[in-house]
């Protein structure tokens, strides 16, 4: 099994240009953001319960799930939110790891915006954070978003916070912007995972 490395970090950190730098080596990138949406697919196991659960009127006119009024039906009802996160968070580590056991390339990259809040750093063998100042984590989010700040700050308030995030860490690449040079941050550590990785599969194995 190839090497797994996990890739977190906050909101606004700048996880998707990391992994797409990573991807441009030809590595295999497993988002979680993706395998979520994956799993509530029409014909999905997961579709089939929440429509049992809320009603048809959850689905758009494609079949298709209406994602902004099942948001709505849980921001007001914790006990749903509660059902669906015991739901689809079995779902979606059974496909992310159906995904690691797919993977062709010496390692691969898993992307888990919560991953330290969710332990699942315990599905890689090293994790990997992006780290970035909490201002500019505000500024970035609010013009991709076009949210306001105090929003972006609630929402930092419920992740991780930084120190969390950097205890946790194997590896650490800075994304300020203050002239990080972030292929540089990655071409090294994409040989230092190369080389885990033949270490790794030249371990002999019981």
């Known amino acids: 099994m190839s090497l797994v490395i996990g890739l977190t970090g906050g909101i606004g950190s700048g996880k998707t240009t990391i992994a797409n730098l990573f991807a441009a080596q030809h590595i295999d990138i497993i988002d979680a953001d993706i395998v979520a949406r994956e799993v509530v697919e029409p014909g999905s196991a997961g579709l089939q319960a929440i429509v049992e659960r809320l009603g048809s009127d959850i689905l758009l ?37 159906q995904d690691i056991a797919a993977t062709q390339s010496p390692y691969c990259l898993l992307v888990v915006p919560l991953m330290v809040e969710n332990n699942l750093q315990a599905m890689t063998d090293r994790l990997l954070v992006v780290d970035v100042d909490e201002a500019i984590q505000v500024a970035r989010t609010q013009q991709r978003d076009n949210v306001p700040a105090d929003q972006v700050r609630r929402i930092l308030a419920s992740q991780a916070s930084r120190e969390q995030r950097l205890a946790a860490a194997d590896d650490v690449i800075c994304n300020n912007g203050n ?17 885990l990785s033949r270490q790794q599969n030249n371990t002999p194995q019981c």
């Open 61 to 97: 006119t494609d079949g298709s799930l209406n994602r902004s009024k099942l948001r709505e039906a849980i921001f007001s009802d914790s006990q749903l939110k509660e059902w669906l996160n015991q739901l689809l968070h079995p779902m979606i580590r059974k496909k992310m790891q």
């Open 179 to 195: 002239g990080d040079n972030l292929e540089q941050q990655v071409a090294k550590l994409h040989q230092e995972y190369l080389a």
